[in-house]
């Protein structure tokens, strides 16, 4: 294919080798950016499962734990893990076919080769034998290690298990730098054009998918509202870029985003902590679409997130509104946004004091179907648990453990709720965890949610 591209063009061997290469990235991206997709979304559901294997001297049996992990994935519609191999799988045959070829036709002076490079590496036959020659081997190092640190850049952010497992594989690749330079020492130049031209559109492409404002044009998992947004635990995502700062070198004119790119930007915000920059983003995004579901939802939550209950209440009844503006919706998108807006409107009038009120909009979750689809399956649960214990604390306690039951029979974990709370009824002790629920639940961050009950 090579020998058909020089003859076919002309060009010099360098620019065919190169080129080549290129085409070959190119075309493999369709597939790493599914990969993105896919990983993201796992990225995102990663604080709902439990932890693969089981903590130290639990006593919990390893297949049982793996066994959990799974279900619960499946669950919450987590993709396939497999997905972490599905980009190499496919790139390591086509990179070692690329790199073999490239050796061989170095290492057999196929015509043209002995001078077909160009600047200091007019050969491409030899393998670097001078000072110049380094240059090659050390960009190729060093653009690995530049690899590793933007895949990685985030590594440290996290403190579970996957965080540790993220330090030493980092670590392992960047030990790998020092073999990759010795070994592109002994590689002919040919092979050198190859493997810094990848090296180098690696990092280009990196970079490019990392940039938030091609993220946002590429609605990836977790950036694009409908499926990451409408969900306060999805707002929290990993794989992204900071926004754009006075300070950046890039600008971005919020006026000439639609209101679905400014949903997508504000998501961001939230997960760096820039609540005020992400609510002006969501406000926007109405002033230019007012009736949109997502971005009354939303902004109901960043006000929750600022403790601006009675204003987060006036965007959750609007979203109401407009969901029931053709009637009682029956669309699996619709139904899991009328559950999400109703639950957190139950906690915005519990948050003012007027559990009542907010009783009554979780109560209006309990009385829907359970939603087939996973994420809608999830929030309905949610409601519930948030349901029991607002019951529990206004003395409520048979209805709260009823649909406490309910809850841990979707999710096992929650089945030590269930025996703190027969506990605390049995020491006539009140059950007063509903604040520390709804804490959890509007953190807006990676972190799994917990309920501790508080002892009086």
Same mark, same amino acid.
């Given at each position: ?109 196929? &015509?043209?080769?002995?001078?077909? *490079? /160009? ?7 030899? $393998? %670097?034998?001078?000072? @110049?020659? !380094? ?106 870029? &900071?926004?754009?700062?006075?300070? *950046? /070198? ?7 985003? $639609? %209101?679905?790119?400014? @949903?997508? !930007? ?122 029991? $214990? ?67």
């Amino acid at each position: 294919m090579l020998d058909w591209f020089h003859q076919l063009t002309g060009l010099p061997w360098w620019v065919v080798i190169a080129s080549s290469t290129l085409a070959m990235r190119i075309t493999l991206l369709p597939i790493r950016m599914l990969q993105i997709n896919k990983l993201t979304r796992i990225a995102q559901l990663l604080p709902k499962l439990p932890p693969p294997l089981p903590p130290p001297f639990s006593g919990k049996s390893y297949m049982g734990q793996m066994s959990r992990f799974y279900k619960k994935s499946k669950a919450v519609g987590c993709p396939s893990f497999l997905w972490i191999l599905a980009y190499p799988i496919v790139h390591a045959p086509c990179f070692i076919l690329w790199l073999n070829t490239t050796r061989n036709m170095s290492l057999d002076n196929h &015509p043209g080769f002995d001078s077909g *490079g /160009t600047l200091w590496f007019q050969n491409l036959t030899e $393998s %670097p034998h001078n000072v @110049l020659g !380094l240059v090659l081997p050390f960009m190729i190092a060093g653009l690995h290690f530049a690899s590793v640190q933007i895949s990685f850049q985030t590594v440290g952010e996290r403190t579970d298990m996957y965080g540790l497992m993220g330090k030493y594989f980092k670590d392992y690749l960047v030990l790998l730098t020092v073999p990759i330079l010795c070994y592109s020492c002994t590689m002919p130049q040919g092979s050198l054009v190859f493997w810094g031209t990848s090296s180098l559109i690696n990092i280009i492409q990196k970079l490019t998918l990392d940039d938030p404002a091609v993220r946002a044009k590429l609605r990836f998992p977790g950036i694009d509202a409908p499926t990451g947004a409408a969900n306060s635990e999805d707002l929290s995502t990993r794989e992204i870029s &900071p926004l754009a700062s006075p300070t *950046g /070198t890039k600008t971005i004119n919020l006026h000439n985003l $639609s %209101p679905i790119e400014l @949903l997508n !930007l504000s998501v961001l915000g939230l997960s760096r902590g820039d609540t005020d920059r992400a609510l002006h983003m969501q406000k926007l995004a109405l002033e230019k679409d007012p009736e949109n579901v997502k971005a009354l939802i939303i902004t109901g939550q960043t006000l929750l997130k600022k403790t601006l209950n009675a204003e987060a209440t006036e965007y959750f009844e609007r979203a109401l509104t407009k969901l029931f503006s053709a009637g009682r919706p029956t669309g699996a998108e619709d139904v899991d946004l009328l559950i999400i807006a109703s639950q957190w409107n139950g906690v915005a009038y519990i948050r003012q004091g007027k559990t009542a009120e907010g009783i009554v909009h979780l109560e209006g979750v309990a009385k829907m179907e359970v939603p087939d689809e996973p994420r809608g399956k999830a929030h309905y649960y949610d409601a519930l648990l948030l349901l029991s $214990s607002a019951l529990a604390n206004v003395g409520r306690k048979a209805e709260a453990l009823k649909y406490l039951r309910m809850a841990a029979a979707y999710n096992p974990d929650y089945n030590e709720y269930i025996e703190q709370y027969e506990k605390e009824d049995e020491d006539n002790s009140p059950v007063c965890y509903t604040a520390k629920i709804q804490q959890d639940k509007t953190r807006l961050g990676s972190k799994k949610r917990r309920i501790k009950k508080k002892k009086k």
